[in-house]
């Protein structure tokens, strides 16, 4: 009944501390809508009736005022008065399902079911006098109240356990059905054996977590992708550079696919937080933790090349003819060095998005990616470290001629394409070995580290931090409702071109 969602809303918090209630049923001689205050005691008040509320018939069943509540000697004056203040209005509203349907056709209910005004950061903190409690609603208004509250722009959640409930799971955004309901289970999304709203909780954890990694990852292929570009366009104007097959191989088949995989490991944190994750793309967080990314990493670039060409023994390199010979292109200092900082630096980008924060559990709990970055970083340190083995010519760093000839028959080859094959009769580097000195080797080792200590500090301090989290969104107005309407804008100012 009614009076038992009032109860139980009280119970759980739904309705605000300190609110009365005012229950709207049908008198179904008049067919106009009662308004009643319910009494919050156990115990019925002194001229009450035998349900513990005081009576007062509002004089237009289309629209009843609650400011206006006036009636026989026993309606509460602290009621009345509270009920018409905003601010600290006092009243919440409940209605049964036959003075809904009498709303609804009267055009009011909008009036009752919205808020007006009273300038809540969010719809859930708003104090006005509007309905919160629903009782014994047939499922077609179930239904309604779902479409009402998601006509208004609001993302509505709906719980049920019963096949009256389906039409409803089956409107809103998210709903979840309770106790294994057959017939809820086959129109809610979700589902859950439990009784208990207790296993909301946990959807809004795994949901907030599940955003949270989908953008990490997003984040992860778009940094990437980017910074990659401009990496090629650097090795393309320095020299016509370009890597060897194996190195493409390597960070788009095996090292890309594996840590996405392994970002999407990452679990809910243990308890819901307070503040609801960034929802849009171009919000804040994910727009500057990818400048900040991409921007470290190709300043690492920078000082890596200016490193190398200090060394005494670098010659760089220069390959007359047309640039479409890509094979040609690899025998050099320079592209075994972009090969080890384009690989450290996506194994680095993976752990840093996957930050656990106050969503996600910590990095430190995600066990799959952090052997996938150990297992990734391995062959990489490997081939800085050794030289000229059968392994570093495969990939061309710290290759010698007479080590990358012989590869020509090995048995990698079979399972390569023709122009993936490793080793060859050609060797077009400027020297006859592209070893690195021992003092280039740790030079490079200790910027890559000190690259990724200052990229997770970064990461925690500023985009973490408070400014980014707090300042940035209320201050500046940087929030997911301006980054929809850019959004909104750039793919109209896209169909406005189209157009012409």
């Given at each position: 009944s009614a009076l038992t969602g009032i109860a139980i809303a009280r119970t759980v918090a739904l309705l605000p501390p300190g609110h009365r209630v005012v229950l709207g049923s049908l008198d179904k001689t008049s067919r106009q809508v009662t308004w009643q205050a319910v009494v919050a005691d156990?115990?019925?008040?002194?001229?009450?009736?035998?349900?513990?509320?005081?009576?007062?018939?509002?004089?237009?069943?289309?629209?009843?005022?609650?400011?206006?509540?006036?009636?026989?000697?026993?309606?509460?004056?602290?009621?009345?008065?509270?009920?018409?203040?905003?601010?600290?209005?006092?009243?919440?509203?409940?209605?049964?399902?036959?003075?809904?349907?009498?709303?609804l056709a009267s055009g009011a209910l909008a009036q009752h079911m919205m808020c007006r005004g009273c300038d809540a950061a969010a719809f859930v903190h708003c104090m006005c006098p509007r309905i919160r409690v629903f009782g014994r609603m047939t499922p077609q208004q179930k239904i309604q109240v779902v479409r009402h509250f998601a006509s208004a722009s609001l993302t509505v959640g709906m719980c049920g356990d019963g096949g009256n409930d389906s039409g409803a799971l089956r409107a809103a955004h998210a709903g979840l059905s309770l106790g294994g309901s057959a017939e809820a289970s086959v129109a809610a999304p979700f589902s859950t054996n439990a009784h208990s709203l207790a296993a909301l909780v946990l959807l809004l954890r795994e949901g907030r977590a599940s955003l949270c990694t989908s953008f990490a990852a997003y984040r992860f292929l778009v940094v990437r992708g980017i910074v990659w570009t401009q990496a090629k366009n650097i090795m393309l104007i320095m020299s016509g550079l370009y890597l060897a097959p194996m190195v493409y191989l390597y960070i788009d088949l095996v090292a890309t696919s594996l840590l996405v995989w392994a970002i999407t490991q990452a679990q809910p944190a243990h308890t819901l937080a307070q503040r609801r994750p960034e929802g849009s793309l171009l919000g804040p967080q994910n727009v500057l933790s990818a400048t900040l990314s991409a921007i470290l990493y190709l300043i690492v670039l920078l000082i890596l090349l200016a490193v190398l060409f200090a060394m005494p023994w670098f010659r760089a390199f220069s390959l007359p003819g047309p640039i479409y010979k890509w094979q040609a292109r690899s025998d050099s200092y320079e592209s075994a060095l972009f090969f080890i900082w384009c690989a450290w630096f996506a194994i680095d980008l993976a752990l840093v998005v996957s930050k656990g924060h106050t969503h996600r559990q910590p990095l430190?709990?995600?066990?799959?990616?952090?052997?996938?970055?150990?297992?990734?970083?391995?062959?990489?340190?490997?081939?800085?470290?050794?030289?000229?083995?059968?392994?570093?010519?495969?990939?061309?760093?710290?290759?010698?001629?007479?080590?990358?000839?012989?590869?020509?028959?090995?048995?990698?080859?079979?399972?390569?394409?023709?122009?993936?094959?490793?080793?060859?009769?050609?060797?077009?580097?400027?020297?006859?070995?592209?070893?690195?000195?021992?003092?280039?080797?740790?030079?490079?080792?200790?910027?890559?580290?000190?690259?990724?200590?200052?990229?997770?500090?970064?990461?925690?301090?500023?985009?973490?931090?408070?400014?980014?989290?707090?300042?940035?969104?209320?201050?500046?107005?940087?929030?997911?409702?301006?980054?929809?309407?850019l959004v909104a804008w750039v793919f109209a100012a896209i169909r406005t071109v189209k157009g012409r």
């Open positions: 156990s115990a019925p008040a002194p001229d009450s009736d035998a349900e513990g509320m005081t009576r007062c018939r509002s004089t237009d069943s289309s629209r009843p005022r609650i400011d206006s509540l006036s009636g026989p000697p026993g309606c509460d004056d602290d009621l009345h008065q509270d009920s018409t203040s905003h601010s600290g209005g006092r009243v919440s509203l409940a209605v049964t399902g036959e003075a809904f349907e009498v709303l430190r709990q995600n066990s799959s990616l952090l052997i996938a970055a150990f297992a990734l970083a391995l062959p990489i340190l490997l081939l800085l470290l050794m030289d000229e083995t059968d392994f570093n010519c495969a990939f061309k760093v710290n290759c010698d001629r007479g080590t990358y000839m012989r590869l020509k028959s090995s048995w990698i080859n079979n399972l390569l394409f023709q122009y993936e094959q490793i080793g060859g009769d050609e060797w077009f580097a400027p020297v006859l070995s592209t070893k690195y000195s021992s003092e280039f080797k740790v030079a490079v080792l200790v910027i890559l580290a000190m690259a990724t200590c200052l990229h997770h500090l970064l990461y925690s301090s500023v985009i973490f931090g408070a400014v980014v989290q707090e300042w940035i969104p209320k201050r500046l107005g940087w929030n997911d409702k301006r980054a929809e309407r």
